[in-house]
């Protein structure tokens, strides 16, 4: 008799790296992962979340039965991105590699300088090229695993206030087909992520719409008339990384409540 999926820990002995993990997004896809057995290395830039608690690799240790690492990652560094997916070695070899790092900014285009647009670009697009390579000979040498890359409804549509990240999103779109085409065939699966309006604190401090006037604007164009939170990006991307999307490979999984198909 076969066992339902839903019975089944779903990535049990899997390991995932996870940049970004101390906080926001990451940290919720690090604790979901964990919740399903995945043994988790946290690579990021700082250790304490930015909400403040427990750090992620201690928290997933104490809530569930699995390992879990830090490794102080700078994503626009190759050599910080090798160390973290080397780091997975320890639990048996990486699984997952999950392209969570990024950064969010309004901007005035005509106003922008090359070092603003080379900061948010060396985050959210070098930072996933470099990221998905340094896991993808590992995966291949492993026999196979998924390569998860956090793009955004920006990188589906335009936007007049966030020209720089409409394009860095829209790369990483693009990254994602492009590796899904070269390493399909070697057993990776690369998928994209397209969150919403997803309440983490890019969205309260960063570019703040939570807790602000214009937050009620906001969910009028929402269908489901709520913003996000980490949970769901974190409940996509375990579909992405489990066996329930096992014929998935090169597609973009928007997870905003219906705004960008109803705009």
Do not use: C, W
């Not at 008799?1 to 995932?16: C, E, F, G, R």
């Not at 604190?201 to 960063?206: E, G, I």
């Not at 973009?252 to 409540?257: I, K, P, R, W, Y």
Request: hydrophobic share 40%.
């Amino acid at each position: 008799m076969q066992i339902p999926y839903l019975m089944l820990i779903m990535l049990s002995d899997d390991t995932a790296v996870i940049t970004g993990a101390a906080s926001g997004n990451g940290r919720a896809i690090a604790r979901r992962f964990a919740e399903e057995g995945a043994d988790i290395v946290v690579a990021d830039i700082r250790e304490e979340p930015r909400q403040g608690g427990q750090p992620t690799h201690e928290l997933v240790t104490e809530e569930h039965d699995v390992e879990a690492t830090f490794v102080e990652t700078d994503v626009t560094d190759t050599d910080d991105l090798d160390a973290a997916v080397e780091a997975a070695e320890a639990f048996g070899g990486i699984d997952h590699m999950v392209n969570n790092a990024g950064v969010f900014r309004s901007e005035e285009f005509l106003e922008v300088t090359e070092e603003e647009y080379e900061f948010l670009m060396d985050i959210n697009v070098r930072g996933v090229f470099f990221g998905a390579q340094a896991a993808a000979q590992r995966l291949v040498d492993n026999g196979g695993g998924t390569i998860i890359n956090l793009s955004s409804v920006a990188g589906l549509e335009g936007s007049a206030d966030h020209v720089t990240y409409t394009a860095s999103k829209g790369a990483v779109r693009l990254l994602t087909y492009s590796l899904a085409a070269k390493l399909g065939p070697e057993g990776v699966r690369v998928n994209a992520i397209h969150p919403g309006l997803i309440e983490t604190s890019m969205t309260t401090d960063d570019v703040p719409i939570f807790g602000t006037e214009a937050e009620d604007a906001f969910m009028q164009t929402v269908p489901l008339r709520r913003g996000g939170t980490p949970g769901d990006v974190a409940d996509a991307a375990l579909y992405l990384a489990s066996d329930l999307s096992g014929y998935v490979n090169g597609e973009s999984l928007v997870v905003d409540g219906g705004m960008s198909s109803s705009s």
